[in-house]
């Protein structure tokens, strides 16, 4: 089945302790992208990759990394999780670029005490 | 990327059509108008998309100003299930942000 999995779906964690959130795509495709989601404010682009070792920052990348060695893996790094990255995340893929059908994950949700 | 702008909510009643209004009046010639839909905190999903021709499939029908500069997505018979956060994106570049869309609610 062509999909996108995350992984953790849940994460509770404190200030400062570094977690990676991960995201793989089974569909070979070239773009894969961050964002996350808070009330009143909608789904806002993280950081995106339109190829292996090619990425780039979306809207709101501070506090955050990505790596993109392998095609179908695209994890999210929070070095030192503040607060304010308490969120609900999501990671998306399509076979060229942002103009292209996006598939989404279903989601993690991540609270930083 | 042109900004969208979109009414923050709009109930329908069920087995009515739900007209969806954007506006995108800074739109420019290439980029095209993209319609996806979030039901409660699930992944985003793809309803359709247009550049300037009127664009039907399964799900809904979108209709493009001649100016281009808004669209309204259709719903042609909402059903309970089509209760969910409609947004309208314009893409060009490698960016894609979503902004806030439209709460619809379908109603009994």
């Known amino acids: 089945e062509a999909q996108v999995t995350q992984n953790p779906r849940y994460l509770i964690t404190v200030t400062g302790k570094k977690l990676t959130v991960t995201c793989s795509q089974n569909m070979n495709h070239e773009y894969m992208s961050w964002y996350r989601q808070d009330p009143g404010l909608g789904l806002r682009q993280i950081y995106y990759s339109m190829n292996v070792e090619v990425t780039d920052k979306g809207d709101v990348p501070e506090g955050y990394k990505v790596s993109r060695k392998e095609k179908r893996n695209f994890p999210l790094i929070l070095e030192s999780p503040s607060p304010n990255q308490t969120s609900l995340y999501f990671c998306a893929s399509s076979p060229g670029g942002p103009a292209d059908t996006q598939y989404f994950g279903p989601g993690t949700r991540l609270t930083v005490l | 990327d042109a900004k969208t702008t979109q009414p923050t909510s709009m109930d329908c009643a069920e087995g009515r059509a739900a007209n969806l209004p954007c506006n995108h009046s800074t739109i420019s010639g290439n980029e095209y108008v993209y319609w996806y839909r979030q039901i409660h905190s699930q992944g985003p999903q793809y309803i359709i998309h247009?550049?300037?021709n009127n664009e039907t499939n399964e799900m809904a029908s979108l209709i493009i100003t001649e100016d281009r500069k808004s669209s309204t997505l259709i719903l042609p018979h909402a059903t309970l299930r089509d209760t969910a956060v409609y947004y309208c994106?314009?893409?060009?570049?490698?960016?894609?942000?979503f902004g806030a869309g439209t709460t619809v609610t379908v109603r009994a």
């Open positions: 994106i314009v893409i060009n570049d490698y960016k894609l942000s």
């Open positions: 247009g550049l300037k």
